[in-house]
């Protein structure tokens, strides 16, 4: 059965750091691109930073480009968000996501909280 698990989040002044990390289970990890998405109050889900198989490529939504940076430890079943330059805006739910050509995990989510 696939697992994932976030965690890492929590409550951050504006301008501060978090990283969040997310560990699967139950799959064969590097076969899957891995992604980070998040889901204000209100919004729909939006993409946040992918990152891909072999972790040789990154890409990041233009509103966090720059302060946000995905990477992923294959060994240890595990992909992270480091988050810095945290604005009020970045307040969401954070998910990670696992995909590959046939199917798609989420994990349940991990509450950001940016405060001004």
């Known amino acids: 059965q696939v697992q994932l698990v976030e965690f890492g989040g929590g409550l951050v002044q504006a301008g501060g750091s978090l990283q969040l990390s997310c560990a699967a289970s139950?799959?064969?990890?590097?076969?899957?691109?891995m992604g980070w998405f998040r889901q204000a109050p209100g919004k729909e889900r939006e993409f946040v930073a992918g990152?891909?198989?072999?972790?040789?490529?990154?890409n990041y939504s233009d509103s966090v480009k720059g302060r946000f940076t995905i990477s992923r430890d294959n060994a240890g079943n595990a992909v992270y968000l480091q988050m810095s330059s945290l604005k009020p805006e970045d307040t969401a739910v954070y998910y990670c996501?696992?995909?590959?050509?046939?199917?798609?995990?989420w994990g349940p989510g991990t509450q950001v909280t940016v405060s001004s």
């Open positions: 139950g799959l064969t990890f590097n076969s899957y691109h």
């Open positions: 990152i891909t198989r072999n972790g040789g490529n990154t």
């Open positions: 996501n696992l995909y590959d050509t046939r199917n798609t995990y």
